[in-house]
């Protein structure tokens, strides 16, 4: 049985350990370099701590029972952003796994914190297409998923294995036709057994994004490099001194030229669903939206700014293939969109891609404002199922003052009304009448006529040079927005001749790329990100421009089609030339807003 004191002592311990680590604001967290691995490969766990280090040591003694230990090193980092300083410190630990399977990294403890424990998949010994027996160099790839869908990610790996020493070396990238090739991180290290061989491995990967539906090929990669060939001339030191070989003359050994190819591929890529036909078309394997407030939206103020953050956030796509944050305009709170913030980082099998947009609200009137819920659909990879994220909708209200209350309407009847009041009781005090007529003109003024003509003098010429100068900053602003015009003009005019030059080519994806930035140019704060909302606004702001909205989107469905070489651009360009010559000559002349319906990919609706 335990006694009361003894529970008090217990809770005692634990608040004060929480308020430690609270006050040291140490995190711990854990991730492997590589997952899956083969059974004779090692893999390296990287055990990091943020905050300031206090001298512990991760506990590897959970490891051993799964795995053994071969290598461990420790870094510490510190910087300092914005005045804030940060530090971490990072243990790397070779792993060399002692079972086939799913195998449990525990949780490491460093100090009093601990990681989230992790799942790697030990495969069985990896079998090499290229057979590598008595092969010193061989390269082999592979790719994951082996029947993705148009636009969605895929993982190229590329492993270089050798078993003698590399002098020197060139591996070449992966050039893919219809697909986006994108390098991920850096290149990993490690060993393994092969036939009872022991080789070194280089690992490099590649984002891949196919373009298109249907049938894609993709070629073998070279390595071109060089190694010891075993003979080695005698130097000249070994020739007069009869030294051992190795001592001096282990720099002249000669080297011969290797090559090795990796296995060339060919997948299928599937075309979108006909559910996701029309509208959204986002294949990811996790995707969220959520939102942060800058201040309590309890105490929302008439004139007070207030920061809203729309975070998209996407497992399996990259920051730019996430969409846009509609922007719904309010009568009565202004909306000021900031440049977006795309980033794209690794968590070791994915990309995740995250799109952050700040709005800044100012409230102009009391009242309720309703935010309209933000609905976005996407493709779950992993369940083959159309979902949604949603943002739900919500109402701010904002707070001022009364219009009815005096004291916010100087000048109003009652204000009027007291004035009288007052100086009526003067008037019937008596207090400040003249006795007569000069007593008036001395008296009251206090001054002479040359002093007063000579103030109201001064006040002229200080009302003058004040005139004066804000017409002379006036003028300065005119001539800076006349400058800012003429070189948006240069901008328009260089951009179109992009477009041109990609049509003229017969190339569909530059020629989205620079119809895009010209858009972004022509119609300022828009920040167009798809062909979709480019050809609304051809709609809304041209006469007759149905031909050039429909190439647009003519273009758009190509760009994501098995047809994207059937595009004719020169058909295309001489379309919509007239309609984008015409849309400059009218720039400034209307206010550049988002359009009433949301862009591509997304859906909002109150």
Same mark, same amino acid.
């Given at each position: 049985?335990?006694?009361?004191?003894?529970?008090?002592?217990? +809770?005692?311990?634990? #608040?004060?350990?929480?308020?430690?680590?609270?006050?040291?604001?140490?995190?711990?967290?854990? *991730?492997?370099?590589?997952?899956?691995?083969?059974?004779?490969?090692?893999?390296?766990?990287?055990?990091?701590?943020?905050?300031?280090?206090?001298?512990?040591?991760?506990?590897?003694?959970?490891?051993?029972?799964?795995?053994?230990?071969?290598?461990?090193?420790?870094?510490?980092?510190?910087?300092?952003?914005?005045?804030?300083?940060?530090?971490?410190?990072?243990?790397?630990?070779?792993?060399?796994?002692?079972?086939?399977? $799913?195998?449990?990294?525990?949780?490491?403890?460093?100090?009093?914190?601990?990681?989230?424990?992790?799942?790697? %998949?030990?495969?069985?010994?990896?079998?090499?297409?290229?057979?590598?027996?008595?092969?010193?160099?061989?390269?082999?790839?592979?790719?994951?998923?082996?029947?993705?869908?148009?636009?969605?990610?895929?993982?190229?790996?590329?492993?270089? *294995?050798?078993?003698?020493?590399?002098?020197?070396?060139?591996?070449?990238?992966?050039?893919?036709?219809?697909?986006?090739?994108?390098?991920?991180?850096?290149? /990993?290290?490690?060993?393994?057994?092969?036939?009872?061989?022991? *080789?070194?491995?280089?690992?490099?990967?590649?984002?891949?994004?196919?373009?298109?539906?249907?049938?894609?090929?993709?070629?073998?990669?070279?390595?071109?490099?060089?190694?010891? $060939?075993?003979?080695?001339?005698?130097?000249?030191?070994?020739?007069?001194?009869?030294?051992?070989?190795?001592?001096?003359?282990?720099?002249?050994?000669?080297? %011969?030229?290797?090559?090795?190819?990796?296995?060339? &591929?060919?997948?299928?890529?599937?075309?979108?669903?006909?559910? @996701?036909?029309?509208?959204?078309?986002?294949?990811?394997?996790?995707?969220?939206?959520?939102?942060?407030?800058?201040?309590?939206?309890?105490?929302?103020?008439?004139?007070?700014?207030?920061?809203?953050?729309?975070?998209?956030?996407?497992?399996?796509?990259?920051?730019?293939?996430?969409?846009?944050?509609?922007?719904?305009? /309010?009568?009565? +709170?202004? +909306?000021?969109? $900031?440049?977006?913030?795309?980033?794209?980082?690794? $968590?070791?099998?994915?990309?995740?891609?995250?799109?952050?947009?700040?709005?800044?609200?100012?409230?102009?009137?009391?009242?309720?404002?309703?935010?309209?819920?933000?609905?976005?659909?996407?493709?779950?990879?992993?369940?083959?199922?159309?979902?949604?994220?949603?943002?739900?909708?919500?109402?701010?209200?904002?707070?001022?003052?009364?219009? =009815?209350?005096?004291?916010?309407?100087?000048?109003?009847?009652?204000?009027?009304?007291?004035?009288?009041?007052?100086?009526?009781?003067?008037?019937?005090?008596?207090?400040?009448?003249?006795?007569?007529?000069?007593?008036?003109?001395?008296?009251?003024?206090? &001054?002479?006529?040359?002093? &007063? @003509?000579?103030?109201?003098?001064?006040?002229?010429?200080?009302?003058?040079?004040?005139?004066?100068?804000?017409?002379?900053?006036? @003028?300065?602003?005119?001539?800076?927005?006349?400058?800012?015009?003429?070189?948006?003009?240069?901008?328009?005019?260089?951009?179109?001749?992009? +477009?041109?030059?990609?049509?003229?080519?017969?190339?569909?994806?530059?020629?989205?790329?620079?119809? #895009?930035?010209?858009?972004?140019?022509?119609?300022?704060?828009?920040? /167009?990100?798809?062909?979709?909302?480019?050809?609304?606004?051809?709609?809304?702001?041209?006469?007759?421009?149905?031909?050039?909205?429909?190439?647009?989107?003519?273009?758009?469905?190509?760009?994501?089609?098995?047809?994207?070489?059937?595009?004719?651009?020169?058909?295309?360009?001489?379309?919509?030339?007239?309609? @984008?010559?015409?849309?400059?000559?009218?720039?400034?002349?209307?206010?550049?807003?988002?359009?009433?319906?949301?862009?591509? *990919?997304?859906?909002? =609706?109150?």
């Amino acid at each position: 049985m335990v006694s009361p004191r003894s529970c008090i002592w217990l +809770v005692t311990l634990l #608040l004060l350990e929480f308020s430690i680590n609270s006050a040291l604001g140490q995190t711990v967290r854990a *991730y492997v370099d590589r997952n899956p691995i083969s059974m004779d490969e090692t893999v390296r766990l990287v055990v990091e701590l943020k905050g300031p280090s206090t001298g512990e040591t991760p506990d590897l003694s959970g490891l051993k029972k799964n795995f053994d230990v071969l290598e461990n090193s420790q870094s510490s980092q510190t910087s300092i952003i914005n005045g804030r300083t940060s530090t971490s410190t990072q243990w790397a630990i070779t792993l060399s796994p002692k079972q086939v399977g $799913d195998v449990t990294i525990p949780a490491i403890r460093v100090g009093t914190q601990s990681s989230a424990p992790l799942t790697l %998949r030990v495969q069985e010994h990896a079998q090499n297409t290229g057979d590598p027996a008595g092969k010193d160099v061989y390269l082999e790839a592979s790719i994951e998923p082996r029947e993705p869908y148009v636009q969605s990610q895929m993982v190229f790996t590329l492993r270089l *294995y050798h078993a003698v020493l590399l002098r020197e070396g060139q591996l070449e990238d992966p050039k893919i036709s219809q697909a986006i090739v994108e390098r991920i991180g850096e290149d /990993h290290s490690f060993e393994t057994i092969q036939n009872g061989r022991r *080789y070194q491995v280089i690992e490099r990967r590649y984002l891949v994004i196919p373009q298109a539906s249907g049938p894609l090929t993709i070629p073998s990669v070279l390595f071109t490099g060089k190694v010891p $060939d075993g003979r080695r001339p005698r130097s000249m030191f070994e020739e007069m001194f009869g030294n051992r070989p190795g001592v001096f003359g282990s720099g002249f050994q000669s080297t %011969r030229l290797i090559r090795a190819r990796s296995q060339e &591929m060919t997948l299928n890529v599937e075309e979108i669903p006909p559910t @996701m036909q029309q509208g959204s078309w986002l294949p990811a394997r996790e995707l969220s939206v959520n939102e942060t407030w800058s201040s309590d939206l309890t105490k929302l103020q008439v004139g007070e700014p207030v920061t809203r953050t729309i975070t998209i956030q996407a497992r399996g796509l990259t920051g730019e293939q996430l969409p846009e944050v509609p922007v719904t305009e /309010h009568s009565s +709170v202004k +909306v000021y969109p $900031d440049q977006p913030s795309i980033t794209t980082a690794f $968590d070791g099998s994915w990309a995740v891609g995250k799109r952050e947009q700040k709005l800044a609200f100012v409230p102009t009137r009391p009242g309720d404002v309703l935010l309209p819920e933000i609905r976005i659909r996407w493709w779950n990879l992993e369940t083959k199922k159309p979902e949604e994220a949603v943002l739900p909708a919500q109402t701010l209200t904002i707070h001022g003052a009364n219009a =009815s209350e005096p004291s916010a309407q100087p000048g109003n009847g009652t204000t009027s009304i007291v004035n009288d009041a007052q100086s009526s009781s003067f008037l019937s005090e008596g207090q400040g009448l003249p006795q007569s007529g000069n007593a008036a003109s001395s008296g009251s003024l206090g &001054m002479s006529w040359p002093v &007063m @003509m000579g103030l109201l003098l001064a006040l002229w010429l200080l009302t003058a040079a004040g005139w004066w100068g804000d017409r002379r900053k006036l @003028m300065m602003q005119q001539n800076r927005i006349q400058e800012d015009k003429q070189k948006s003009h240069e901008s328009i005019r260089m951009i179109r001749s992009l +477009v041109k030059q990609a049509c003229l080519q017969n190339k569909p994806q530059q020629a989205r790329e620079a119809l #895009l930035r010209w858009a972004s140019v022509t119609w300022e704060g828009s920040g /167009h990100r798809n062909l979709g909302s480019v050809a609304r606004k051809f709609g809304q702001t041209t006469q007759g421009a149905s031909a050039a909205q429909q190439a647009i989107q003519d273009l758009d469905r190509t760009l994501y089609s098995a047809k994207a070489g059937e595009w004719n651009g020169t058909r295309f360009w001489e379309t919509i030339a007239p309609e @984008m010559q015409a849309l400059e000559k009218t720039k400034g002349t209307w206010a550049a807003k988002e359009d009433d319906v949301a862009p591509l *990919y997304l859906h909002a =609706s109150s």
